[in-house]
């Protein structure tokens, strides 16, 4: 079965430090993959994708991920965390034999303390 | 903000009420979506429209009625729901439905059933 993980419920940093969310995925084919994040009360917005190309992808708010097919990983990084990237973090994937859905992974939570 | 508007933003009903979630899309995307989230659980995704046709329907439960009038407005009419349907719901719009094209979401209406 298709499927995405984040195995960490929560992950704690401090102010300045480099921050890494987790995420592996199971899936046929190759991966389509996502990060978004939720701000409390927000919807999700969008912060980067893999299709293809370059394994290191950079998105919004100098966020960026690694894609790396050995360990089918997507690691979410950011080498300077801030208070503000306190947020619920999701990783999806392109579901392969549904190719307009995505599979999402039950989110982490980032704390970044001052 | 992203360009993706729900009203309401909090609705609270009882079982036997019948009530409507509003989506509103200013971006002129082709597709919207309606998601599920729960604490804890990955998002679900509900129903996926693109060019006002319903293209996706994940079973989910009668009680819950999509109408999608034109490519900016979707709708999701509720009746005689369960305690287990509260929950935060979500609405997306995209380019297409393509799993190239990310998803803008909307900030959802948290829905409570008594």
């Known amino acids: 079965a298709q499927s995405v993980a984040q195995p960490e419920d929560q992950v704690n940093v401090a102010e300045g430090n480099p921050l890494t969310v987790k995420c592996t995925y199971s899936v046929s084919g190759n991966p389509y993959l996502f990060w978004y994040v939720q701000y409390p009360n927000r919807g999700l917005q969008f912060l980067l994708k893999y299709i293809t190309g370059d394994n290191l992808v950079k998105g919004s708010y100098g966020f960026e991920a690694e894609f790396n097919k050995s360990q089918t990983s997507f690691h979410l990084k950011k080498p300077s965390a801030l208070v503000s990237d306190s947020a619920l973090y999701f990783c999806?994937?392109?579901?392969?034999?549904?190719?307009?859905?995505?599979?999402f992974g039950t989110g982490t939570r980032l704390q970044v303390f001052p | 903000e992203t360009g993706v508007t729900q009203t309401p933003r909090h609705l609270v009903m009882g079982m036997t009420n019948k009530k409507s979630l509003k989506c509103e899309q200013h971006?002129?995307?082709?597709?919207m979506y309606w998601y599920k989230q729960s604490a804890k659980k990955p998002l679900e995704l509900m129903f996926v429209?693109?060019?006002?046709?319903?293209?996706e329907n994940n079973s989910v439960p009668s009680r819950f009625s999509p109408e999608c009038p034109n490519s900016s407005h979707l709708f999701l009419h509720l009746h005689t729901l369960q305690p287990e349907d509260s929950a935060l719901y979500l609405c997306a719009s995209s380019r297409g439905v393509s799993s190239y094209n990310e998803q803008f979401f909307g900030p959802g209406t948290r829905l409570t059933v008594l």
């Open positions: 999806a994937v392109r579901d392969y034999y549904n190719t307009d859905k995505l599979i």
């Open positions: 429209y693109s060019l006002e046709e319903r293209v």
């Open positions: 971006l002129g995307h082709n597709a």
